[in-house]
């Protein structure tokens, strides 16, 4: 059973504030994974980290932005929420050549 | 061309036949595939990992690989109503950063 939370579950906020969402990680994996994804719709990679201090954009073009200070901590932040922002965000972690193990997500919605 | 590419679906079969799924990749990817299962509204679930050519069995799935013809299926005997999902097929990037490549899924729907 993969070890990796992620808070909050849900969060319903109005548009402009800034929100981070939380991604923590207990496997000692050096590498943490951001992903989108629309009910329905594919998992698109926004952001992902191969160790710490090392951040990289993903495929798809997002407005968050991330920090990996710790190894087993990878956040997102938005720093001004806008209703296009209404998605599933999921955090996954991984060591080389293995697969991914994903958290529950947080469902976001901005009103 | 997409480096992973599944059918949609949905795929239906009736309780206890088998399910095909079904994945094509491209050269972009390197030789290490993996099968998630997503139940809706929930997130991606590992099933299985395949990196050799040939068929790999776990209880009632069983993932086959053939590089030759760079596709990838998954095979579900004894399908139940609980194994409706959407099922994601990945693949490594071959450029590193241990990436996954994701297609767009398959939903199948178990009837029974």
């Known amino acids: 059973e993969a070890d990796i939370y992620q808070t909050p579950r849900y969060l319903v906020i109005g548009t402009g504030k800034k929100i981070t969402l939380e991604c923590s990680q207990t496997?000692?994996?050096?590498?943490m994974y951001w992903y989108q994804q629309d009910p329905g719709m594919e998992l698109h990679l926004i952001h992902y980290s191969y160790g710490v201090n090392s951040t990289e954009k993903g495929d798809l073009s997002s407005e968050s932005t991330v920090s990996r200070i710790r190894t087993e901590h990878f956040p997102l932040t938005l720093e001004s929420a806008r209703p296009s922002h209404t998605s599933q965000y999921l955090c996954?972690?991984?060591?080389?050549?293995?697969?991914?193990?994903f958290g529950d997500g947080t469902r976001l919605s901005i009103l | 061309q997409k480096e992973v590419e599944q059918n949609s679906g949905p795929l239906s079969v009736p309780e206890g036949a088998i399910a095909s799924l079904n994945c094509t990749y491209s050269d972009r990817v390197s030789q290490s595939f993996f099968w998630y299962r997503q139940y809706s509204g929930k997130s991606p679930e590992l099933i299985m990992s395949i990196y050799s050519n040939g068929d790999k069995e776990d209880g009632r799935f069983t993932a086959q690989l053939n590089k030759a013809s760079q596709y990838v299926s998954l095979l579900i005997r004894d399908s139940q109503p609980s194994d409706s999902a959407t099922y994601l097929c990945?693949?490594?990037?071959?450029?590193?950063?241990?990436?996954?490549?994701f297609g767009a899924g398959t939903r199948l729907a178990v009837h029974p």
């Open positions: 996954a972690s991984s060591v080389s050549n293995q697969p991914q193990h």
């Open positions: 990945a693949a490594l990037f071959s450029g590193g950063y241990n990436k996954l490549i």
């Open positions: 496997m000692g994996h050096d590498k």
